[in-house]
């Protein structure tokens, strides 16, 4: 009979103890819509880091900016040596 009683105050205590441990905060999310009559441009922050832009023209294929990387120089690439794709356009000619 002991046993059993023993089983279910250490379940208390683990249940006790498992509410007390907090948990990082959820990261800030944004998602900025801009439009007018010609073209939409959404871009997605995640942390106050731009993470996506797609711009959506209205009479043409939608495409893809790429971010920089945070606290890069957008010109250069990982090695410091070529352009990087930062900045740059990229149209996903296939979608899945």
């Known amino acids: 009979m002991r046993l059993p009683l023993a089983a279910a105050l250490c379940a208390f205590a683990a249940a006790a103890s498992a509410q007390d441990?907090?948990?990082?905060?959820?990261?800030?999310v944004q998602r900025?819509?801009?439009?007018?009559?010609?073209?939409?441009?959404?871009?997605?922050?995640v942390r106050?880091?731009?993470q996506r832009i797609v711009v959506k023209p209205k009479n043409a294929a939608e495409y893809e900016?790429?971010?920089a990387a945070g606290g890069r120089d957008p010109s250069q690439n990982r090695a410091g040596q070529q352009a990087g794709a930062g900045g740059q356009r990229v149209w996903n000619l296939l979608k899945f």
């Open 32 to 45: 900025i819509v801009v439009e007018d009559e010609a073209v939409r441009i959404e871009e997605l922050r």
């Open 21 to 28: 441990v907090k948990l990082p905060p959820e990261p800030k």
């Open 48 to 50: 106050g880091q731009t």
């Open 65 to 67: 900016i790429v971010p």
